[in-house]
């Protein structure tokens, strides 16, 4: 089984980080979205795809990048983001358009990141230090777990 993981990091780097311990766990290639076209996704049977939470939204960029994708087959996905608060229900919009296209969604992760919005600047930044070595443990027991269903 081919994997790909999709990253857009934008802010801080955090999702990126947790991309990295993702493809290290369970293997594959590790895709920034600013190198990649829609055709690559046709290389892989397995991808994740990742980013911060804008705006309570995964990053425009990504979002365009996935409903930009023509309807696949037989292909599964996962979904992972970091943010501010830290939410799951952040990854619904894309687990949505990813299931849309046909792919079929094997698992998602989340957990805080550092956070520097607006006024959260003035007072330091939200999460200092996220993702931090918990989160990595999590992320790679979530690594883990996808596994046992590829
Ligand atoms: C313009 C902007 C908007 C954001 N909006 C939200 C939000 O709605 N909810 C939230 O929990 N975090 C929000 N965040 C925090 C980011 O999701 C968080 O810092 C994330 O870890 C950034 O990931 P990255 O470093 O991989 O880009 C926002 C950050 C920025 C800069």
Same mark, same amino acid.
């Given at each position: 089984m081919k994997i790909g993981i999709i990253y857009k990091s934008v802010h801080h780097g955090n999702t990126k980080r947790i991309a990295e311990v993702i493809v290290n766990s369970l293997g594959g290639d590790l895709l920034d979205l600013k190198d990649i #076209?829609? %055709?690559?996704? !046709? %290389?892989?049977d397995l991808i994740g795809f990742g980013s911060g939470i804008f705006y309570s939204k995964p990053h425009k960029d990504l979002m365009k990048f996935v409903e930009g994708l023509g309807n696949v087959e037989d292909k599964k996905a996962f979904v992972f983001s970091t943010s501010g608060? /830290? !939410? +799951?229900?952040?990854n619904s919009m894309l687990k949505e358009k990813l299931s849309g296209k046909g792919f079929e969604i094997i698992g998602e992760f989340s957990c805080k990141g550092f956070d520097t919005w607006g006024p959260f600047k003035l007072i330091g $930044? +939200?999460? #200092? $230090? !996220?993702? /931090?070595e918990e989160d990595f443990k999590s992320a790679e027991r979530f690594a883990n777990s996808l596994k046992e269903k590829i």
């Amino acid at each position: 089984m081919k994997i790909g993981i999709i990253y857009k990091s934008v802010h801080h780097g955090n999702t990126k980080r947790i991309a990295e311990v993702i493809v290290n766990s369970l293997g594959g290639d590790l895709l920034d979205l600013k190198d990649i #076209k829609a %055709d690559v996704v !046709k %290389d892989y049977d397995l991808i994740g795809f990742g980013s911060g939470i804008f705006y309570s939204k995964p990053h425009k960029d990504l979002m365009k990048f996935v409903e930009g994708l023509g309807n696949v087959e037989d292909k599964k996905a996962f979904v992972f983001s970091t943010s501010g608060r /830290d !939410k +799951l229900e952040f990854n619904s919009m894309l687990k949505e358009k990813l299931s849309g296209k046909g792919f079929e969604i094997i698992g998602e992760f989340s957990c805080k990141g550092f956070d520097t919005w607006g006024p959260f600047k003035l007072i330091g $930044g +939200l999460n #200092k $230090g !996220k993702p /931090d070595e918990e989160d990595f443990k999590s992320a790679e027991r979530f690594a883990n777990s996808l596994k046992e269903k590829i």
